[in-house]
């Protein structure tokens, strides 16, 4: 069992920064690969970035890449999304999961996590 965490988010203009920190629990969170999800309202949930259970592989979609930077800390049980230049259209309610596969396809799917965490809010003003 993995339970998670999110925290971080917030009321930032556009053009700020924000980092989001999700905290897991459980003795084998680092032997799954962390994805970070969000959902706008009305919208499906969508995949932003994902890494590697070694950091080794970092995975994002197009429309954060170049701005959102995720990385993690398997002693801490933490995984972080650095969010820079943000825009309205990043507004969303932003969840991290847990996933056993690591390979582009599955890291992209939501179905293919076994936990999510409770989401943390992120509205960007313009």
């Known amino acids: 069992q993995v339970q998670l965490v999110e925290s971080g988010g917030g009321l930032v203009q556009a053009g700020g920064s924000l980092r989001l920190s999700c905290v897991a629990s459980g003795r084998t969170f680092s032997t799954y690969t962390m994805g970070w999800f969000r959902q706008a309202p009305g919208k499906e949930r969508e995949f932003v970035a994902a890494?590697?259970?070694?950091?080794?592989?970092?995975y994002y979609a197009d429309s954060v890449k170049g701005r959102f930077t995720i990385s993690r800390d398997n002693i801490k049980n933490t995984v972080y999304l650095q969010m820079n230049s943000l825009k309205p259209e990043d507004t969303a309610v932003y969840y991290c999961?847990?996933?056993?596969?690591?390979?582009?396809?599955?890291?992209?799917?939501?179905?293919?996590?076994?936990?999510w965490g409770q989401g943390t809010q992120v509205t960007v003003s313009s």
């Open positions: 890494i590697s259970w070694s950091a080794g592989r970092t």
């Open positions: 999961g847990a996933n056993p596969a690591s390979t582009y396809y599955s890291v992209t799917i939501q179905g293919k996590y076994d936990y």
